[in-house]
């Protein structure tokens, strides 16, 4: 589980890769790096590769992170399709089957995915992680409210990078280094993996990020983008959001 993880890099600096233009900055150097999506591409090793997104499994860079034998960790919905997580065919199989996964996808069921329980433990080093659905009561409560029991969630609604950097703060970083996390995808062609123009960002998942941002460094963690922009400055359109938040 997840929380096995909780402050075992305290103190520490950590890098978030995305998959956008500025992911070219990163050189490594950092205590651990967290890979996101189309990042697990790049020609560095990493130690966690992270991916939440029901189009996932259909992605060319889904497996890449067997390559640098990077730990998993999926949201727990795509348990049913990994390999590497769930390595028996037959459990796969089985998870498939269930109900939840027979139904057409939709907004109204998108919550049971949130808290489907795979019925096989992730093979060891590989986790799963859950999601805890966006509301406006996170614009006041502390981000790490959600982090609490035994089995901790992470918002999403702020792209997988902002996931990421929920994580590495549950983790206990010091600093939390973001390379390729560009957020101005808006047509959808300018990442290294665009998703056949699906992996477009949207205007509000810049504003979570804002958001997120701010509260991440309310707890005392410094954030540092590395973008087209400038290393250590926010993307322009994370940077205005956040001066409206």
């Given at each position: 589980?997840?929380?096995?993880?909780?402050n075992?890099?305290?103190q520490?600096?950590?890098?978030?890769l995305?998959?956008?233009?500025?992911?070219?900055?990163?050189?490594?150097?950092?205590?651990?790096?967290?890979?996101?999506?189309?990042?697990?591409?790049?020609?560095?090793?990493?130690?966690?590769?992270?991916?939440?997104?029901?189009?996932?499994?259909?992605?060319?860079?889904?497996?890449?992170s067997?390559?640098?034998?990077?730990?998993?960790?999926?949201?727990?919905?795509?348990?049913?399709?990994?390999?590497?997580?769930?390595?028996?065919?037959?459990?796969?199989d089985?998870?498939?089957?269930?109900?939840?996964?027979?139904?057409?996808?939709?907004?109204?069921?998108?919550?049971?995915?949130f808290?489907?329980?795979p019925?096989?433990?992730?093979?060891?080093?590989?986790r799963?992680?859950?999601?805890?659905?966006?509301?406006?009561?996170f614009?006041?409560?502390?981000?790490?409210?959600a982090?609490?029991?035994?089995?901790?969630?992470?918002?999403?609604?702020?792209?997988?990078?902002?996931?990421a950097?929920?994580?590495?703060?549950?983790?206990?970083?010091?600093?939390?280094?973001?390379?390729?996390?560009?957020?101005?995808?808006?047509?959808?062609?300018?990442?290294?993996?665009?998703a056949k123009?699906?992996?477009?960002?949207?205007?509000?998942?810049?504003?979570?990020?804002?958001?997120l941002?701010?509260?991440?460094?309310?707890?005392g963690?410094?954030?540092?983008?590395?973008?087209?922009?400038?290393?250590?400055?926010?993307?322009?359109?994370?940077?205005k959001?956040t001066?409206?938040?």
């Open positions: 589980m997840v929380s096995t993880l909780k075992c890099f305290a520490s600096k950590l890098a978030i995305g998959s956008g233009p500025s992911l070219s900055f990163f050189r490594g150097g950092y205590d651990c790096t967290i890979a996101v999506n189309g990042a697990a591409l790049i020609d560095f090793n990493y130690d966690y590769f992270m991916c939440g997104d029901f189009q996932s499994p259909q992605m060319p860079w889904f497996l890449a067997q390559r640098v034998n990077a730990t998993r960790l999926i949201a727990n919905f795509l348990a049913p399709f990994d390999p590497i997580v769930v390595p028996e065919k037959s459990d796969r089985t998870m498939r089957n269930l109900p939840l996964f027979k139904k057409k996808f939709s907004v109204w069921t998108r919550f049971s995915y808290n489907f329980r019925i096989e433990r992730a093979y060891a080093p590989h799963y992680f859950y999601y805890h659905p966006w509301s406006d009561t614009l006041v409560r502390p981000v790490t409210s982090f609490r029991g035994e089995t901790p969630r992470f918002y999403c609604g702020a792209t997988i990078a902002g996931v950097m929920q994580l590495a703060s549950y983790m206990g970083a010091a600093e939390i280094h973001m390379y390729g996390v560009d957020m101005n995808n808006f047509d959808g062609k300018t990442y290294h993996d665009p123009n699906q992996g477009r960002i949207k205007r509000v998942q810049v504003r979570k990020l804002a958001w941002t701010n509260k991440i460094q309310e707890t963690t410094k954030v540092v983008f590395h973008t087209a922009s400038g290393h250590g400055l926010m993307p322009p359109e994370v940077q959001q001066a409206l938040a």
